[in-house]
Each structure stands twice: as structure tokens, then as C-alpha cells.
């Protein structure tokens, strides 16, 4: 055998070992993020303390952002944490809804509706982010965030915010 098919064959040799180890490392960090996604859904259903599940929450919408199915069982419990009466709950469940790919007949009006009548300027802004993360499937809440967007101070975080998410909706570059 000549020197330069033994090395070709330990080039495909490695390469496919090499694949191999990346599916293996890809299942394993999958299966992690379901044991992650099935705790932090169980610490929002059950805690009582609204720091865990807020950052349940977050750790949720981020884990969504990752893959949908990971966090569909915890979808009513998102939906649930919108009428939360702790503010930094409501916050952390309008960010994580918009992130989780929700059905948009639901997220929408959910997430408008805190955006224009929640008490707390900081859960407003993250529904406006909320319904940002959602792009282009939020398109019915354009006309919402224009209203707001004009109704605040240009400078203020809430209308940029606002302008920020009609930018992600309508697919505009920042």
C-alpha cells in the first residue's frame, strides 16, 4: 500500500470518528438540556419564591431560543406567569414567552396586553421584547407598539424598545 492511500485512509478514518464524536457530544448536551428544561419547568410550577421562577423563566426562554420542543410542556405555566402578581415574574415570562416560539394567536394579544396596560414600565419594555423575539409572526402587534412608541417620550426606554421590536417584526435592520 502506498504511503498516500494509507494516508487518505487515515484522513477518512479520522474524519468519520471525528463525526461520530460530535453526534455523541450533540446527544448528550440534548439530553442535558431536557433534564434542565424538566427542572426549571417543575421550579416554576412549584416554587413560591418569584426569584426562582423568574429566573426559571429566563432559563426556559433561553433553552426555547435552543429548540421549541424542549420547552413545550412548560408553555401554560409561560402563559401563567404573564398575570403573575410579582413584577419581575411577569417580566421574565413576557421575555421567555416571545422566545419560546409560541402560537402567536395566543402570545400576541397576551404580551400586547401587557405592553399596554401593565403598571410596571420594566414588564412593558420586555413584552415589547417579548413580541421582538417573535419576528415577523408578531406583525398583528405593529400597530400596538407604533401607539405606545408615540404615546412615550421619544427618549425613553420604553419607546425604543417599542421602535426596536417594529424593527425585528417587520425585518428592518437595526
Known amino acids: ?28 448536551v ?31 426562554g433561553k433553552l426555547g431560543q435552543i429548540m421549541k420542543s424542549l420547552v413545550e410542556p412548560a408553555l401554560p405555566e409561560i402563559a401563567k406567569s404573564l398575570d403573575d402578581k410579582n413584577a419581575d415574574v411577569r417580566k421574565a415570562g ?9 402560537d402567536p394567536k395566543d402570545a400576541v394579544p397576551a404580551l400586547v396586553n401587557l405592553l ?12 415589547a421584547q417579548g413580541l421582538a423575539a417573535m419576528g415577523d409572526k408578531a406583525k ?8 405606545v412608541q408615540k404615546s412615550e417620550d421619544k427618549k425613553s426606554k420604553l419607546a425604543k424598545a417599542a421602535g426596536e421590536a417594529m424593527k425585528s417584526i417587520n425585518g428592518k435592520k437595526k
Do not use: H, W
Open 30 to 60: 440534548s439530553a442535558n438540556k431536557a433534564e434542565d428544561a424538566k427542572k426549571y419547568t417543575e421550579q416554576l410550577k412549584t416554587s413560591k419564591d418569584p426569584k426562582k421562577r423568574a429566573e426559571a423563566l429566563e432559563e426556559l
Open 1 to 28: 500500500m502506498s504511503l498516500r492511500r494509507v494516508m487518505r485512509a487515515s484522513s477518512v478514518g479520522l474524519f468519520v470518528l471525528g463525526v461520530c464524536g460530535l453526534i455523541a457530544t450533540e446527544s448528550f
Open 116 to 127: 399596554k396596560n401593565d403598571k410596571e414600565e420594566a414588564v412593558k419594555i420586555a413584552a
Open 140 to 147: 398583528e402587534a405593529v400597530s400596538s407598539l407604533r401607539e
Open 94 to 102: 413576557a421575555l421567555a414567552y416571545g422566545r419560546v416560539d409560541p
